[in-house]
């Protein structure tokens, strides 16, 4: 028997299958049917950055049945939606990848999306025109700046490294404490949204600074210890 792929045959839970012979003999009996979940994998992950989504649940593909496609997309709002399909196996298991949106949002909780057809209960090779959605959600982080040392004298070199920015992208500002120090000329991001360059500690007053770093309208900052007014050698 190929079941239907219907709003009641795609919901999880027990349901009661009965069959009636030609003499109006009735046999009932219960299927469990799984509820539909989708996971994404990794939970978090940077802007460009590849993730695997799985879909557990769903209809079953069968050489006798209807043909079952799954359109899986990742939307981020302003940005443009990654899209993809995959095709159930024998148990309604299946697995897609989706790139994150090169333009989602820094940091954002977005939504991914797994949308299915659903057929006619008196016709069972015909669509109905409706959809089985289901949703996970997936976080892009915040971006980070980290220093290879936490502390040090006014002249210390200082190396920086930028991650989880906009690819390709300059550096607006770099500011330590009250003070800029934006590179000339300014280094731009990798593919990957990374930075690495350096620059020596101003002379500021004892105590924790801020490095600050701008880089396409996104703020990632860390602080650093000034030891000593002297100039390191």
Same mark, same amino acid.
């Given at each position: 028997i190929d079941l239907p792929v219907t709003p009641a045959t795609t919901t999880g839970g027990v349901h009661k299958l009965k069959v009636v012979d030609s003499g109006g003999r009735q046999g009932i009996i219960g299927i469990s049917f799984p509820q539909r979940q989708i996971t994404v994998v990794p939970a978090e992950g940077r802007v460009n950055a590849n993730v695997l989504v799985k879909g557990t649940g769903?209809? +079953?593909?069968?050489?006798?049945? @209807? #043909?079952? $496609?799954? =359109? *899986? #997309?990742? +939307?981020s709002a302003g940005a443009e939606t990654s899209t993809a399909t995959a095709t159930p196996d024998y148990a309604g298991n299946w697995t897609a990848i989706l790139q994150v949106p090169r333009d989602a949002a820094?940091?954002? $909780?977005n939504t991914v999306t797994a949308e299915v057809d659903l057929f006619q209960v008196s016709s069972p090779d015909a669509k109905s025109g409706a959809t089985l959605v289901t949703t996970a959600t997936h %976080?892009?982080? =915040?971006? %980070?700046? $980290? /220093? @290879? =040392? *936490? #502390?040090g004298l006014p002249g210390s070199k200082v190396t920086l490294i +930028?991650?989880?920015?906009?690819?390709? !992208?300059?550096?607006? !500002? /770099?500011?330590?404490g009250n003070v800029d120090l934006t590179p000339s000329p300014r280094p731009s991001t990798d593919g990957d949204g990374s930075a690495i360059f350096e620059f020596m500690v101003p002379g500021l007053e004892v105590g924790v600074? $801020? *490095?600050? /770093?701008? *880089?396409?309208?996104?703020t990632a900052s860390a602080g650093f210890f000034v030891t000593d007014n002297s100039v390191a050698d």
């Amino acid at each position: 028997i190929d079941l239907p792929v219907t709003p009641a045959t795609t919901t999880g839970g027990v349901h009661k299958l009965k069959v009636v012979d030609s003499g109006g003999r009735q046999g009932i009996i219960g299927i469990s049917f799984p509820q539909r979940q989708i996971t994404v994998v990794p939970a978090e992950g940077r802007v460009n950055a590849n993730v695997l989504v799985k879909g557990t649940g769903f209809a +079953a593909q069968n050489n006798h049945g @209807n #043909s079952i $496609t799954i =359109r *899986v #997309s990742y +939307a981020s709002a302003g940005a443009e939606t990654s899209t993809a399909t995959a095709t159930p196996d024998y148990a309604g298991n299946w697995t897609a990848i989706l790139q994150v949106p090169r333009d989602a949002a820094i940091p954002s $909780t977005n939504t991914v999306t797994a949308e299915v057809d659903l057929f006619q209960v008196s016709s069972p090779d015909a669509k109905s025109g409706a959809t089985l959605v289901t949703t996970a959600t997936h %976080q892009v982080p =915040r971006a %980070q700046v $980290t /220093l @290879n =040392r *936490v #502390s040090g004298l006014p002249g210390s070199k200082v190396t920086l490294i +930028a991650q989880g920015f906009k690819q390709f !992208t300059p550096v607006d !500002t /770099l500011r330590v404490g009250n003070v800029d120090l934006t590179p000339s000329p300014r280094p731009s991001t990798d593919g990957d949204g990374s930075a690495i360059f350096e620059f020596m500690v101003p002379g500021l007053e004892v105590g924790v600074q $801020t *490095v600050q /770093l701008h *880089v396409g309208g996104i703020t990632a900052s860390a602080g650093f210890f000034v030891t000593d007014n002297s100039v390191a050698d």
